[in-house]
Every structure is written in C-alpha cells, then in structure tokens.
C-alpha cells in the first residue's frame, strides 16, 4: 500500500473489516441494489457484453435496463407499504395514477407472445411464497434476465477481454456476472482494501483472482488490463486519495475505466463530509470530469435518473446523485 495513503487505507480497512462475514456478503446485494435490478450494475454487464460482442446485444441490454427500471419502482413501492394486490390491479387495469406508463407498458410487452422477456411483472407481485418477506420480489422474477443473457450468449465465441474491478466487495457483481455466462469470457481480477471481502469473494470462487488490495496502489502494471470498473467508492475516499485512485484506474488500463458514484452532483466543488473513519462525500462531476481530463482521458457522464426518464419515463428514481462515468483513454 502507498505510504502517503497508509493511514487512510488503514482506516477505510477497519471500517469494512468491522463487520461479520456474513454482513458483508450480502449487505450490498439485496433490496434496490440487488445487483439484477440495480442498473448501474445492470449497465456493467451491459458493457461487458458489449466489450465482449460489440454492437450485438444492444436489444437484450435495452430491456434488462427497462427490466431494472421496473424491477426497482415496484421494489420502492412495496418499500413504501403498498401492497401486491393494488399494484398487481394497477398494472392490470392500466391505472397510470397509480403505475407510470413504462410499467404498465413492460407488462403489456410481457404479455405479447413474440416478446422475449416474459412477463416478470407477475411473476414478482403474485406466487409469493409464504416464507418471504412481503417487501421482496419473487426470485424468478429477480433472475429473467440470466436465462436471457444464457440464451443470448450460448455458443457464442469472442476474444477474450480483461477486466480488474476495485472494491469488489464481496464479489456482489461479480457473482452475477458470472450467474449471467459472461464470466467464462473475460480474464477477471477483483481487489479490496478488506481482507473479509477477499474471503467471501475467494469462498465463492476459488479459481478466481480476488486479491486485497487499494485503489490509491493496487500493484497491476500500467495497462495491463483492457477495462477496469468500480462501484461506489470515490466517494469514501478523501479527496487526495480520490485523485490518486483516480490516476491509478486510468493507469492500469488500455481502454476504458467504468466509474460508479453514487452520490455525484452538478456542483462546482466537492463537498467533503468526513464519517467516522471514512468519507461520504458529495462529488462534483464537473471537477471529476476535469481529473480525468487532465489524465489524457475523454469522459462520458451518464447521470442514471436522466437516462432512465429519458429512455422510458420514469421520473422518480430514488437516486438523482447516481452517475456513471465512462472513460476512454486518449
Ligand atoms: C460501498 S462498498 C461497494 C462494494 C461493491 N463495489 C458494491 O458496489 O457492491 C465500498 C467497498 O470499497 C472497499 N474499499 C474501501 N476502501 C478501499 C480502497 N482504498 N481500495 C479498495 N477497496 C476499498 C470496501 O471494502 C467496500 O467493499
């Protein structure tokens, strides 16, 4: 680990190594950020795939990301204490007081024979089985898109890319990533600064490359992985140690750096907010375009809210702070 940085990777270690195992092997993989709902997860794969058969799965990732929009309004839904029945009357009845149009409209779709996607939407609010908790959406509704994206890539060959992701966790989207059949294709690395995480993501997958490790000094040679991707660290790094892990993405790749943030604003400075041990900050995606910028890159913000309402309509996504950046070396 980089010596200017060891208190803070300390301290962002014994933040993460506090909890159990168990908690962090599933902490991050349920509710909305089920990594099958959660769409700038879902985006990842999508890239992959894309990095993997460029330009020819474009429809299968359209939907999966209608799929994580929908998935996730009745998630908040239920969240919010309505209830299966009235949302299941809604989208039936078309009562877009109730449902906004790109729900009641997936379900339509869903029910048309030449459709691919099946009609999750009942799936998920009706056959709950009884053990479940009332909030959860049903697991064959959660798990459309593997057999989608296992019928898509069956018996397809492609040049195999290398991917290293940071903050890997507990393998939370690696784990999908493989359950989805893209795994067999990529050369894949994961790393985190916790030892904990390494050992679930190593327990789960023994013939992986999990290793611990910081995004400020990871140890991969420069450019010696295609893509790179992370999701939601920046912002708990400080703001030194955010440019350095910065410099360090677009070091270790030949291609493409795809950032996840969660908390990411159109304001003209960072706001720092330190928490115990830890940052939870507010980023500023000018200032971060600008570091990348500066690192010879060209950079490509896709805010999540805007995309959503702009490719299907959906207006209230509960995250307006979620940006993706992907960034392409000059
Ligand atoms: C909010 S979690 C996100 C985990 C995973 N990427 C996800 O989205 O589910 C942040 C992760 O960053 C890891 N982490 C914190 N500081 C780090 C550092 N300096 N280098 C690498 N990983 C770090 C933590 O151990 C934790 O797994």
Not at 7 to 24: A, F, P
Not at 248 to 267: C, D, G, Q, S, Y
Not at 269 to 276: K, L, N, Q, Y
Request: hydrophobic fraction near 40%; aromatic fraction near 10%; charge should be negative.
């Amino acid at each position: 680990m980089s010596d200017i940085f060891f208190n803070e990777d300390r301290d962002l270690k014994n933040c993460w190594d506090k909890y159990s195992n168990e908690h962090l092997d599933s902490y991050l993989v349920s509710g909305v950020e089920d990594p099958r709902i959660n769409c700038q997860s879902i985006l990842t794969r999508g890239l992959i795939g894309d990095s993997l058969w460029p330009g020819e799965l474009g429809d299968l990732i359209n939907a999966e990301m209608q799929f994580g929009a929908v998935m996730t309004w009745l998630m908040r839904k239920l969240d919010d204490g309505v209830s299966r029945e009235t949302l299941m009357d809604a989208v039936t009845s078309g009562n877009d007081e109730i449902v906004p149009k790109f729900v009641i409209q997936a379900y339509s779709e869903g029910l048309r024979e030449d459709c691919i996607v099946p009609d999750y939407i009942t799936d998920s609010l009706v056959d709950i089985s009884n053990d479940r908790e009332e909030t959860q959406l049903n697991e064959l509704s959660l798990n459309t898109f593997i057999h989608l994206w296992e019928f898509a890539t069956r018996g397809r060959t492609c040049k195999p890319v290398s991917i290293i992701e940071a903050a890997c966790g507990s393998a939370n989207d690696y784990r999908f990533i493989n359950r989805y059949g893209l795994a067999e294709h990529l050369r894949y690395s994961g790393f985190d600064i916790s030892s904990k995480n390494i050992a679930n993501a190593t327990n789960r997958f023994d013939d992986v490359d999990f290793f611990v490790g910081s995004i400020m000094d990871c140890g991969a040679a420069n450019e010696s992985y295609d893509y790179t991707f992370v999701h939601d660290l920046f912002e708990h790094l400080s703001i030194e140690a955010m440019e350095k892990a910065l410099e360090e993405v677009v070091r270790i790749v030949r291609k493409e750096a795809w950032l996840h943030f969660f908390n990411a604003a159109k304001v003209d400075d960072h706001e720092v907010s330190r928490v115990s041990g830890y940052h939870w900050n507010t980023l500023s995606v000018d200032r971060v375009v600008r570091s990348l910028e500066r690192l010879s890159a060209s950079v490509e913000v896709i805010n999540i809210a805007e995309m959503l309402e702009g490719k299907f309509g959906y207006q209230d996504y509960h995250n307006q702070q979620a940006v993706t950046m992907i960034v392409r070396k000059s």
